[in-house]
């Protein structure tokens, strides 16, 4: 194809998002689907305005490995090591538990023992890509179901290593040429893990000391273009050891994660992230053969609705015997319901080595990408089932510490009201993962039912406290309405917890010295922060200088509001009356 052939191509992808996603977010549809849907319209087997898909599909594959990437920079590795258990524990009894019932179920309908195998270990995986975005999407990544999905679907993605190798052992026909192919499964998995463990300890000692010394360069493009040879240099070392190449994206932020570094690499990579996960998408919708699905749509219908369901009852009930709360559980069923990207390697795999015809393998494709597409759905089924469960009185009287065990450096958040419910919103979009102490029954319904971690409790009892974590927190933000009580609650911290960051907020100046005096790190007092941003209001719309206006507010701020702590012209300080003197007459 010319040059000029492959411009019309990106083009077209181009139009088709252009056009096509704006549209599914006016109807406030996910932008998964979006993509998705615009993929299949102008895919090979929708309007036939791409003919030729291999090509996009090779460069999207890098939108989950950024993807993964950006995940692996959120975490660290004593998160990591908090959430093993689900990831090693629970991951594991996903895959084998989901595998071994889907292959029961093939073999019931007749499919020979080795398909069997492969049919079950592909469709028991999920889409890391897809529901991760969901996830995002939806502002629940750093919730408890965030938290248990992305763990299930990292052991999800480690098992796709045996998995093909499985395929490649089990195959009539002989070696693929896959990356395994030759090697014993059993050498193939030891390579790999080894290959890790050599590729962690390398970037540990590496990574930090380079990124220092390009950014004392002060060179934005270099320290850019760094970035992306670490994370698609990892990602190849991974894929050249038999390793999904998402993995490799996932160490490299893993080790970044902890550096100096990490907002500035994030910033770099975001825009690259965000158009490489649409072309993915995209390309998942240019795989769906629609003449397939309308002759095998019984077969295709039938595949999408078992798995669904199969899997849904499977993770719910195995989230629920780990200890996860039942909402939180039959949420993380419907969210990992769907089939996943692996499936399609899998498949083709298993077609191209002859343990599967090639007719079987475009029928399980088609209600893999079906069910993917349904993912916002699920997710929002799940949600709604979540919120119904969640909101009876009963539930409230919920296990805390269960619910909160694998929080670590979260913030912890006593007192659910207005100014509570703000710094909430606040964490979330910030990705700092929170959870809420209430005492308002009423309160803590009302957040459940909106699937937010909100847990009944007396925010000054060291015991609701700990339950809580707080132990493992960031930081603690007290805001009780009793003034006696916050006081209890910051000084029981302080005492408990020297090292621990408390804030709080004060109803006056007077409980501001008070809970100064208790050990809170910093202290807002409510009134006069209103009054700061009410007389900026003032000034502003009365004429004075906007930059004038904010550094006399930043002024009273510094000297933590003392200025309005007695009648203020007389006590006014002499930073702030020259500030206020300075001001030209109107």
């Known amino acids: 194809m010319s040059e000029a052939g492959y411009l019309i191509d990106v083009l077209i992808i181009l139009g088709a998002a252009v056009v096509i996603v704006p549209l599914f977010q006016r109807l406030k549809a996910s932008m998964v689907l979006g993509f998705i849907v615009a993929g299949a319209l102008i895919g090979p087997y929708g309007f036939h305005f791409l003919r030729e898909v291999e090509a996009p599909q090779h460069v999207a594959e890098l939108g989950v490995v950024f993807l993964l990437f950006t995940v692996g920079l959120e975490l660290n590795l004593e998160r990591l090591r908090v959430i093993r258990k689900h990831v090693l524990g629970l991951g594991t009894a996903q895959v084998v538990v989901t595998g071994a019932l889907i292959g029961l179920a093939a073999a019931v309908l007749g499919l020979e023992w080795r398909a069997c195998i492969i049919v079950g270990g592909a469709l028991a995986l999920s889409s890391t890509a897809v529901v991760l975005q969901i996830l995002a999407e939806r502002g629940e990544l750093a919730t408890r179901v965030g ?9 999800q993605d480690l098992a796709a290593v045996p998995l093909i190798a499985v395929v490649v052992a089990l195959s009539p026909v002989g070696p693929t040429g896959g990356p395994m192919a030759g090697d014993s499964a059993l050498v193939a998995i030891a390579t790999a893990v080894g290959a890790v463990i050599g590729m962690v300890i390398l970037g540990r000692l590496v990574l930090r000391p380079l990124f220092r010394l390009v950014a004392d360069g002060h060179n934005v493009e270099i320290f850019a273009a760094v970035t992306l040879f670490t994370l698609l240099g990892m990602s190849y070392a991974t894929a050249a050891v038999g390793l999904p190449m998402e993995l490799g994206g996932f160490l490299a932020g893993l080790l970044l994660s902890e550096s100096e570094f990490r907002h500035q690499v994030e910033g770099d990579i975001k825009p690259f992230r965000d158009l490489l996960l649409g072309l993915f998408f995209m390309t998942v919708g240019m795989s769906v053969d629609l003449s397939v699905v309308i002759a095998q749509l019984p077969a295709v219908l039938a595949v999408v609705v078992a798995l669904v369901v199969v899997k849904t009852i499977v993770i719910a009930g195995l989230c629920r015997l ?3 709360s039942t909402p939180a559980s039959v949420h993380a069923g419907c969210v990992l319901s769907a089939g996943g990207e692996f499936a399609f390697v899998l498949f083709s795999l298993a077609a191209s080595g002859g343990l599967m015809s090639t007719s079987i393998s475009a029928v399980l ?7 993917m597409a349904m993912t916002p759905l699920l ?5 709604n089932i979540a919120s119904r469960v969640a909101a009876r009185a009963e539930y409230a009287s919920q296990d805390i510490a269960g619910d909160t ?4 450096d979260h913030v912890l958040i006593a007192g659910f009201g207005r100014v509570g419910q703000s710094v909430a919103k606040m964490m979330t979009t910030a990705g700092v993962p929170w959870v809420a102490i209430e005492a308002d029954m009423s309160r803590v319904a009302e957040a459940r039912a909106r699937n937010l971690p909100v847990f009944f409790g007396d ?3 060291v015991e609701t406290l700990r339950a809580a974590g707080v132990e493992r927190a960031r930081g603690a933000v007290i805001i009780l309405d009793n003034v006696g009580e916050a006081e209890h609650a910051v000084d029981l911290l302080r005492r408990q917890l020297p090292n621990l960051q ?5 109803h006056d100046h007077r409980h501001m010295r008070r809970l100064k005096a208790a050990g809170a790190t910093d202290v807002v007092p409510e009134t006069y922060e209103m009054s700061l941003q009410l007389a900026g209001v003032v000034l502003r719309r009365l004429g004075t200088d906007p930059e ?9 701020r510094a000297d933590e509001y003392a200025l309005l702590g007695e009648i203020i012209f007389p006590t006014v300080g002499a930073t702030a009356k020259a500030a206020i003197t300075a001001q030209p007459a109107e």
Request: proline letters at 0%; a positive charge; hydrophobic letters at 60%.
């Open 147 to 155: 938290r248990v999905s992305f763990a299930i679907l990292l052991l």
């Open 322 to 324: 780990s200890g996860l």
């Open 365 to 371: 494709v088609a209600a893999v990408v079906i069910s």
């Open 379 to 383: 997710a929002g089924i799940g949600a």
């Open 405 to 408: 065990a694998d929080l670590q």
């Open 459 to 461: 925010g000054a009892r």
């Open 502 to 506: 408390v804030f709080a907020r004060a």
């Open 548 to 556: 004038r206006v904010d550094s006399i507010v930043t002024q009273y």
